[in-house]
């Protein structure tokens, strides 16, 4: 099977124009940037210090910077840092890597409702992704059973007015809770399968799944601190 795109995160999990970047912006005297990117991979709590720090963030959060000079993904590692504050273990910041690699994928429409990003059919209702799992077979099936998580998380974090219009007005049956228990229970699903193991995501899939409302909660505080204004 190969790798889907969810899953595909290195070590260190970011470019060398990123890391370049984060050093560029972080205050160490007597270190060159381009050999600042091999002392990440020697030393991997240095990546943590540069994320975690006021430096980078105020960097990340200036306007004319924001997206010309880094990543997708390393913007979202940072910012949803500043909305998940406090000590953090290794399987969160493991956690933290792949939400902002899996918001990093979002950001083009058509990955978002696509389980895999060179299909053509597009999925738009949690329903209609649980009835194409329970056709698939073992490898497919667990390719489905992510995104439902993904998509569950994304949506409850990203777009809860979007959920609670519709829900209040428009009389939709499903509710924030709905999303949340979806993406729980279906991340809970993924982690069990063997292809969570062979591509190192089981770990983080049981956080997702036991944790769901803590990490939905950090999206919505990064949407409206950092991303909305």
């Not at 943590?48 to 960097?59: G, H, T």
């Not at 956690?95 to 918001?103: E, M, N, Q, S, V």
């Not at 569950?152 to 809770?177: F, M, Q, S, T």
């Amino acid at each position: 099977m190969h790798a889907p795109d969810f899953a595909q995160l290195g070590t260190p999990p970011f470019d060398e124009k990123d890391l370049r970047f984060l050093f560029e912006h972080f205050p160490v005297p007597g270190i060159d940037p381009a050999q600042a990117v091999q002392l990440v991979n020697e030393r991997p709590n240095t990546l943590e210090s540069l994320l975690e720090s006021d430096y980078v963030f105020d960097a990340i959060r200036d306007q004319q910077t924001m997206w010309l000079e880094v990543s997708p993904q390393l913007f979202f590692d940072v910012l949803l840092r500043r909305a998940l504050p406090g000590r953090r273990h290794a399987q969160e910041r493991q956690t933290i890597h792949y939400l902002a690699h899996l918001l990093g994928l979002f950001t083009r429409t058509e990955r978002l409702y696509s389980v895999q990003p060179d299909e053509e059919r597009r999925f738009q209702y949690l329903v209609d992704l649980v009835a194409e799992a329970a056709q698939a077979g073992p490898e497919r099936g667990f390719v489905v059973h992510s995104h439902i998580g993904n998509y569950a998380l994304y949506l409850a974090g990203l777009c809860r007015d979007w959920i609670d219009a519709r829900h209040r007005y428009k009389r939709r049956p499903v509710d924030l809770e709905y999303y949340c228990r979806m993406g729980s229970s279906y991340y809970f699903t993924a982690s069990r399968h063997r292809m969570a193991e062979v591509l190192g995501v089981r770990e983080v899939f049981r956080d997702l799944a036991q944790r769901f409302h803590y990490y939905r909660d950090g999206l919505e505080r990064m949407h409206a601190d950092f991303v909305r204004h």
